[in-house]
């Protein structure tokens, strides 16, 4: 995979939609830094001005099993900048510490530093413009996995300015040592196997654990109890094209057991990773999506008033590709 990870420097010129980035250290000797993605023509959105007080700021956190790419791997770099662009809001696009090297919960602690950080520093062409209490997080596969976890230990912390109010998590890297029904009916699916899955939960995990590890199997046998933890509201996108999508409708119906308020879209002709290719349906149509559950989150709009394909929404081959 390091063989056609490319990397992109920053750009202080607006480019990609005008957005532009800069590259911010918060600890040298750990390497944790991140990229930040700032709309400089952003439109007015609920989102954005629904009480004036700033852009939402997402926190990504980028796949890759744990243990590869970095926020600037050019189709990590290429899809924050659509979602600067698209969502007009900040993207902090962290760079944690990867396996093997670092095992879990390296890569949780990492995240969650960077929102201490962001909590309680000032950047220049940020601060000013953003709105903390509107904040998000976010990642695809293994970062929908860090996702989870960093919001887990978000619960238990009393930010100064942050307030987390919903996660997007885009094909969440969630498993056990249970085969799936989808793990074994999608064996020559693209871009991902089982065996590469488990490689890369064998690599994080503490050596001697499973994956029946609760950071893996977050509703299996060694399940924390989270009916109690005020976590935030939550929007999973599933493919049908994936052998990880029984996982995360799993994880789905344990938020619902949890009481916690959930979505679920699902696109059937979806592969792993297809928000890499801008020109399919899907790809708009999660952005879509996206931007609809953070203005939901953002304006107050009650549970009983979000519409009920958002709850569960397939794409078909003739549609447009919008919610």
Request: aromatic content about 14%; some cysteine.
């Amino acid at each position: 995979m390091s063989f056609f990870d490319l990397r992109t420097s920053p750009s202080k010129k607006p480019i990609n939609g005008g957005v532009k980035t800069s590259d911010i250290v918060v600890e040298k000797k750990k390497n944790l830094w991140f990229r930040l993605y700032i709309p400089t023509t952003a439109n007015t959105t609920p989102c954005a001005a629904s009480n004036g007080a700033g852009l939402p700021v997402i926190f990504f956190f980028h796949g890759g099993g744990f243990s590869y790419f970095a926020p600037n791997s050019k189709f990590y770099d290429d899809f924050c900048y659509r979602l600067a662009g698209e969502l007009s809001a900040f993207i902090i696009s962290v760079n944690y510490r990867l396996a093997p090297e670092h095992r879990c919960p390296t890569q949780y602690e990492d995240g969650f530093h960077v929102l201490k950080f962001i909590d309680c520093t000032q950047i220049e062409g940020f601060s000013s413009q953003a709105n903390l209490k509107n904040c998000f997080l976010a990642g695809d596969s293994a970062g929908g996995n860090l996702a989870h976890h960093v919001a887990l230990k978000a619960s238990e912390h009393e930010f100064s300015r942050i307030e987390l109010i919903g996660n997007i998590l885009i094909q969440p890297f969630f498993g056990g040592e249970e085969r799936t029904e989808s793990e074994l009916r999608l064996t020559r699916a693209p871009l991902i196997t089982t065996e590469l899955t488990d490689w890369m939960w064998k690599t994080f995990l503490p050596k001697g654990d499973n994956r029946d590890h609760r950071t893996v199997n977050v509703f299996g046998p060694n399940l924390v109890d989270i009916c109690e933890v005020k976590f935030p509201k939550t929007i999973i996108f599933v493919g049908g094209y994936d052998p990880l999508q029984d996982w995360e409708r799993r994880y789905y119906e344990g938020l619902r057991k949890s009481t916690k308020e959930v979505y679920l879209v699902e696109y059937p002709n979806a592969m792993h990773t297809f928000y890499f290719f801008p020109e399919l349906p899907e790809c708009s149509s999660m952005i879509k999506a996206i931007r609809d559950f953070m203005q939901k989150q953002s304006i107050g709009v009650a549970t009983d008033a979000v519409p009920v394909n958002f709850r569960r929404f397939e794409l078909k081959p003739d549609q447009n590709g919008l919610i």
